[in-house]
C-alpha cells in the first residue's frame, strides 16, 4: 500500500489545520521545498501538495511553491487546492505534477471532470471531502447534499484516475481513519480509493492494509509525520511495498548453510 506524505502549503508555509480549520494553522515548517526533499529521502514514492490559499480563493495562490516542489524531487506530485477551471488543472500538469485533484468541480460542474479526463487520461484525481457522509466544498468552508458514495459512483462513471477520501471530521485530530466510511466507499466504485484524514499511527495504516482487497490502495498522511507519531520509514517497512510479509525467506542463503 502507498503511504503519502502530505504537505499543506498555507502562505508559502507547510502547515497543518485541525478538521480543515484554516484559523487552527499550525507551521511546521517555513520552506515546503525542504519538507519534499525530507519525505523523498526518506523513501516516499509520491507526494501529496494541496494549496491551502488556493482551496479558499478559488484559484491556485502557491503556484511558485509548487512548482520549486516538482523541480526539486524526482517521485511524481499530486496536487488539490482551487482547481476550479481546465486552465489551473493544464498550467499544473505542464509544470510537471503529475496528477491534479478536484474537489469542488466535481459537485458543480461534473462536465469538467469528464472534458479534463478525456484531455488528461490517468492524471485526473478526485478528493471527496465529506462531513457524515456529506460531500464539502469551497476548500470545506460548504457542505452539499451530495452522499460521498454517490459522487463516487458518478466520478468513477467520468473515467477519474482514483479518488481520495477525507472524513473531515477525523482530519488533523490523530483519531484514526473513518475505516466504515472508507469500506463503504471503496466497495461502491472500481477505482482506486486512497484514504485521507486522521491516521495516526502504524497500526491504523495496517488497519487500512486490510482494505486493499476492496481498493484502498494508499493512505495520506499528515500531521502524524510531523509531530513524529509516525515515521515514514517505519510506514513503508510495515505496510509499503516492500514490507516483510512480502519478502519470501531465501533458503539459499549463508544463514541456512
Known amino acids: 500500500?502507498?503511504?503519502?506524505?502530505?504537505?499543506?502549503?498555507?502562505?508559502?508555509?507547510?502547515?497543518?489545520?485541525?478538521?480543515?480549520?484554516?484559523?487552527?494553522?499550525?507551521?511546521?515548517?517555513?520552506n515546503p521545498?525542504?519538507?519534499?526533499?525530507?519525505?523523498?529521502?526518506?523513501?516516499?514514492?509520491?507526494?501529496?501538495?494541496?494549496?491551502?490559499?488556493?482551496?479558499?480563493?478559488?484559484?491556485?495562490?502557491?503556484?511558485?511553491?509548487?512548482?520549486?516542489?516538482?523541480?526539486?524531487?524526482?517521485?511524481?506530485?499530486?496536487v488539490g487546492g482551487g482547481l476550479r477551471d481546465r486552465q489551473s488543472a493544464a498550467?499544473?500538469?505542464?509544470?510537471?505534477?503529475?496528477?491534479?485533484?478536484?474537489?469542488?468541480?466535481a459537485v458543480e460542474q461534473p462536465d469538467l471532470v469528464r472534458q479534463l479526463c478525456q484531455d488528461f487520461p490517468g492524471q485526473i484525481v478526485v478528493g471527496i471531502d465529506a462531513r457524515n457522509g456529506q460531500v464539502a466544498t469551497r476548500g470545506w468552508l460548504e457542505t452539499s447534499e451530495v452522499q460521498a458514495t454517490e459522487?463516487?459512483?458518478?466520478m468513477a462513471a467520468l473515467g477519474v484516475a482514483a479518488i481520495i477520501y477525507t472524513d473531515i471530521h477525523r482530519d488533523g485530530t490523530l483519531q484514526g481513519p473513518n475505516l466504515d466510511a472508507l469500506r463503504d466507499l471503496a466497495t461502491s466504485v472500481a477505482v482506486p480509493v486512497i484514504a485521507s484524514g486522521?491516521?495516526?499511527?502504524?497500526?491504523?495504516?495496517?488497519?487500512?492494509?486490510a482494505l486493499e482487497p476492496i481498493g484502498v490502495s494508499g493512505a495520506i498522511v499528515?500531521?502524524?509525520?510531523?509531530?513524529?507519531?509516525?515515521?515514514?520509514k517505519e510506514a513503508l517497512r510495515a505496510v509499503g511495498p516492500g514490507r516483510w510479509q512480502d519478502v519470501p525467506p531465501d533458503f539459499g542463503s549463508s544463514a541456512f548453510a
Open 151 to 154: 459522487l463516487a459512483q458518478r
Open 222 to 232: 499528515g500531521r502524524a509525520l510531523y509531530t513524529g507519531d509516525i515515521s515514514l
Open 33 to 78: 521545498v525542504s519538507v519534499a526533499r525530507q519525505w523523498a529521502e526518506q523513501g516516499a514514492s509520491r507526494l501529496h501538495v494541496v494549496d491551502l490559499d488556493g482551496a479558499k480563493a478559488g484559484y491556485p495562490i502557491n503556484l511558485p511553491t509548487i512548482e520549486a516542489i516538482v523541480r526539486a524531487i524526482d517521485i511524481p506530485v499530486q
Open 1 to 30: 500500500m502507498e503511504v503519502i506524505p502530505a504537505i499543506d502549503v498555507l502562505e508559502g508555509r507547510c502547515v497543518r489545520l485541525y478538521q480543515g480549520d484554516y484559523t487552527q494553522a499550525q507551521t511546521f515548517d517555513e
Open 198 to 209: 486522521g491516521v495516526s499511527s502504524v497500526t491504523d495504516l495496517l488497519s487500512l492494509l
Open 91 to 105: 498550467d499544473l500538469l505542464k509544470a510537471g505534477v503529475q496528477r491534479v485533484i478536484l474537489g469542488t468541480v
